[in-house]
């Protein structure tokens, strides 16, 4: 299966709940990033977590990363409704330099 | 606006026919990668380029083919297109292979 798998693929909340997004992968990494797409727009990248680090903070973001679970999560606090987009996790492979795989994505949708 | 640029915006051709997608990355950035996103099969990655020679590759078709010139701008040629070519074509760049990736717009391919 694909590398970079995020769970689940679709989430619905209310506005002020909290949201969690799951990634999954398989090889060896040297980092792994958060991207947002809009609907039909380029994708945004949002946060960066190294293969040595444990968790990473940016506002409203928490990233956490398990090399030996070899998962991340995405947790968004307070979501908006501006929040609304798809999410993707990608990982950086470590044999491959350079080379990212991106997830197929879990798209959130918060009510206002 | 990520500072990546992408021409043109939209695309409309026949099938069989050839098109040349182009992209200029964020001024500073060495790498640029090309990616695919259709409905079917999500973001897939085709080709990384970094200062000017093919870095990694991925799914991508013989039929398709890309280069990254020595003012770093670079094009995606896509030849004898079909139906299931139809679909929006991401360039991003980055400082280095890895770091994160800025996204363009997108070119939007409709093959009829």
């Known amino acids: 299966s694909q590398q970079g798998e995020e769970d689940p693929q679709a989430l619905s909340i209310q506005e002020g709940e909290n949201a969690t997004m799951n990634c999954s992968y398989k090889?060896?990494?040297?980092?792994l990033q958060w991207y947002r797409q809009n609907s039909g727009r380029g994708l945004v990248h949002l946060i960066l977590i190294r293969s040595n680090e444990r968790e990473k903070h940016s506002g409203r973001l928490r990233v956490t990363l398990d090399t030996s679970k070899k998962s991340s999560s995405l947790l968004i606090t307070a979501s908006r409704a501006a929040d609304t987009a798809s999410y993707f996790c990608?990982?950086?492979?470590?044999?491959?330099?350079?080379?990212?795989?991106f997830g197929d994505g879990t798209t959130l949708t918060v009510k206002p | 606006d990520s500072g990546v640029t992408q021409t043109p915006k939209h695309l409309i051709t026949a099938t069989g026919q050839r098109v040349t997608l182009r992209c200029s990355p964020r001024?500073?950035?060495?790498?640029v990668y090309w990616y695919q996103q259709s409905l079917d099969q999500g973001l897939q990655f085709l080709i990384q380029y970094y200062n000017g020679e093919e870095r990694a590759k991925g799914n991508i078709l013989e039929r398709f083919s890309a280069q990254q010139f020595p003012d770093l701008h670079s094009e995606l040629n896509l030849s004898s297109l079909e139906l299931g070519d139809s679909a929006l074509y991401f360039c991003?760049?980055?400082?280095?292979?890895?770091?994160?990736?800025?996204f363009g717009p997108g070119t939007r391919l409709t093959v009829l």
């Open positions: 991003a760049s980055s400082v280095y292979g890895g770091n994160e990736q800025f």
């Open positions: 001024s500073g950035d060495l790498s």
């Open positions: 990608a990982t950086v492979d470590n044999t491959n330099a350079g080379k990212s795989t």
């Open positions: 090889t060896s990494i040297n980092n």
